[in-house]
């Protein structure tokens, strides 16, 4: 095979077989082919598209790049959740626990990763003793006895989507559908998921703008799946104002521990019954959706979803006590209110500047380097839809040094104040097939 005749049959519009794709993805990883042809290559599929089965062979290529993760000794179906960029997403830290309670297994690989705010360990590692460390056997006892555990990623997932991504970065080539469906899926492939459940975000704070792209998104992953043999469900979910009202590590988890009391943001609750219910048909333990979410609701308000975040805490030796006492998690020794200007109804909130300004007050990881601070974060108090009379607090910042103007800046600009009271609906349209 030559490199430079699969480039032309993608410049062709011809379908590349899967052998091609494997030998595209198998050499890239290798050093065997060079950047500036797998950039011609990638720049043909940004142009011409790739069909179901090219983008399943992309995907499963991927995922064999790198170490493939074996959770074939967990009992059950494991079915994993993915959220594309969400601001202050919370989801993960709710519905793991809350699916364990109907015994669904969780077992979650997560990384730290850069943005906002931290990943699902930084937040977890706010609650004091909490660890990650342990090898491959005990996670595996620890999902087979309690239903959940959470571990860091292994060092070598999916390197050719590393390569790749980097790759399109330089090259204007990210914003393509295939490239971004496999890239997603094959992460969720190679971590062990037998089912997926996939959240793709839509509005000005997401990477999909509107909704008709959004879509197309999720129908490719969803399709990309199954043919991969992994049962994928989808959710369209609005990412026009954040999610809920913490974003920052150690406010995300207090926000969690609400949620699973049943006095959650109504919002954050909605979505997670919503994801859930998904993972609970798709993990075999109801025979509908509607039945599913019923189970959760239930867990959620018998208390029984908390007492199994209880219980991972304490598997994983974390201080169980936070649950009761939120004085126990990383405190903030600054707060500043923003408060309106004037009076109205807010009818807008830029989710995307409210991450940026949780990350100015410390909360994210600008680079792989930066360390994070667990306190610092922002509540964001008033939500579209909500009426404000002038002197309102907007937002709260949380932080460990007084520069708030940056922050203060930006969450300023993501707001807008206006006469008409607006509804948002939070979940747009739920994808099976
Ligand atoms: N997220 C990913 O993991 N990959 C993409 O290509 C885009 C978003
Ligand atoms: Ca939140």
Same mark, same amino acid.
């Given at each position: ?78 079915? =994993? !959740? ?7 997403? @919370?989801? &993960?830290?709710?519905?793991? *626990? #809350?699916? $364990? /309670? ?58 050719? =989507? !590393? ?7 330089? @090259?204007? &080539?990210?914003?393509?559908? *295939? #490239?971004? $469906? /496999? ?76 949620? #699973? ?173």
């Amino acid at each position: 095979m030559r490199m430079v005749e699969l480039i032309k049959k993608k410049q062709e519009k011809k379908e590349l077989t899967k052998n091609e794709i494997q030998y595209i993805m198998e050499g890239y990883t290798n050093d065997e082919i060079p950047d500036y042809q797998v950039s011609a290559w990638a720049m043909a599929v940004y142009f011409n598209d790739m069909t179901d089965h090219e983008r399943m062979a992309l995907t499963v290529a991927i995922a064999e790049s790198g170490d493939q993760i074996d959770l074939s000794k967990i009992e059950g179906i494991k079915v =994993d !959740k993915h959220s594309t960029g969400g601001v202050g997403d @919370t989801t &993960t830290l709710i519905l793991a *626990p #809350l699916v $364990a /309670s109907v015994g669904v297994p969780v077992a979650k690989m997560s990384g730290r990763g850069l943005g906002h705010t931290g990943g699902t360990i930084d937040k977890l590692e706010a609650i004091p003793g909490f660890h990650i460390e342990m090898d491959q056997e005990e996670f595996i006892d620890l999902v087979n006895r309690h239903k959940i555990a959470v571990i860091g990623q292994s060092g070598n997932l999916c390197p050719a =989507d !590393k390569k790749l991504y980097a790759l399109r970065d330089v @090259t204007s &080539t990210v914003d393509s559908l *295939p #490239l971004i $469906a /496999s890239s997603i899926m094959s992460k969720k492939i190679a971590s062990g998921a037998d089912a997926i459940v996939l959240d793709v975000k839509v509005g000005a704070g997401a990477f999909m703008k509107t909704t008709e792209k959004a879509e197309e998104l999720a129908h490719a992953m969803v399709t990309i799946g199954k043919l991969a043999g992994r049962n994928t469900m989808a959710i369209i979910s609005d990412m026009n104002q954040p999610l809920g009202i913490a974003v920052g590590n150690a406010l995300e988890v207090e926000e969690a521990i609400e949620t #699973l009391k049943g006095r959650g943001p109504s919002d954050l609750e909605e979505l997670c019954l919503e994801l859930g219910a998904q993972m609970v048909y798709l993990g075999g333990k109801a025979e509908s959706i509607s039945q599913a979410k019923t189970m959760l609701k239930e867990k959620l308000h018998s208390g029984e979803a908390l007492e199994k975040f209880k219980e991972f805490i304490e598997n994983q030796g974390g201080d169980s006590r936070v649950i009761d006492d939120y004085q126990r998690l990383p405190q903030a020794k600054f707060q500043k209110n923003i408060q309106a200007e004037e009076d109205g109804f807010v009818t807008e909130i830029i989710a995307d500047l409210i991450g940026r300004a949780a990350m100015e007050l410390g909360a994210g990881r600008a680079t792989k380097e930066s360390k994070i601070d667990l306190a610092a974060g922002l509540k964001v108090l008033k939500k579209v839809g909500d009426p404000v009379s002038k002197g309102d607090v907007l937002v709260t910042l949380y932080a460990n040094t007084e520069k708030f103007e940056q922050s203060e800046k930006m969450v300023r600009e993501a707001y807008s104040i206006g006469k008409e009271q607006i509804h948002l609906t939070l979940i747009h349209e739920t994808i099976t097939d």
